[in-house]
């Protein structure tokens, strides 16, 4: 897919700092994108801006914007000063791992905030001028955890059931106004977030951990194609058992002493 032809010159990527939101900036600016890289930290946007400058002479902005802010997208709209985004892939997302009780309310609130109003208000705000020029496309990140309820990561799966359904069903909503939307579940990845957790391997038959890279390269081959897809072979096999075979007490179980044994809860 040539993504200048078919979507346009200039990408949006929030969440951009490490991981895969660095590795969608990179696998976008290789296609001759230009990027907006957006993240609250700013030393790590500056880094990977010059990186990708340097690497692929594009232009490339960045914008230092705590997600969690209500006033988040308003913020982003006005420093972007008129330009318009041809594809945006939202993929910043704040977890909790733990029993829900022991959490704060304060920080179940930021979670939600990032992980589904804000990338909602922006699905909303830039989605609409896609919809006026009849070209564009939104990636939203979604995650394995959201397909059933999950024990000791409650509040994130719940959020990312929230993504994958709101893609869903803006695909069904805008695919025949050519803006092309969806959701990209992913399993385990090997990205600085996952790895600072210090997980175990939960078992022999566990899928296999990706890379971010490897998650992002299937995102660009499903986008256009399907409203939501599974990353990887071991995922969509665990999702098929899960979703298909069991039922969804067993299945609620599985990832519930999956998390507690990962994590030593």
Known sequence: MNLLEKYG????VAGASEGIGAAFANYLAAAGMDIILIARRKEPLQQLAVLLTTQY?????YISCDLADPGATQYILNELNGKEV????????????????????ENNIQMTTVNMITPMNMAYTFGEKM????????????????????????????TKAFNRVLAESLWYEWKNKNVDVMACCAGATATPNFINTKPEKSSFFAPKIQTPEEVVAECFIKLGKQPSFITGFG???????????????????????????????
């Open 131 to 158: 919809l006026q020029k009849k070209q564009g496309a939104i990636i939203l990140m979604a995650s394995l955890a959201g397909f059933q309820g999950s024990g000791f990561l409650s509040v994130y799966a719940a």
């Open 235 to 265: 995922n969509k096999l665990a999702s098929f058992i899960m979703q298909k075979l069991l039922s969804r007490k067993i299945a609620i179980n599985i990832m519930g002493d999956t998390t507690r044994k990962m994590y030593r809860i």
């Open 57 to 61: 002479k594009i232009q490339v902005t």
């Open 9 to 12: 010159k200039l990408a949006l």
């Open 86 to 105: 041809d594809l945006l892939v939202y993929n910043a997302a704040l977890s909790y791992i733990g029993e829900f009780e022991k959490n704060t309310a």
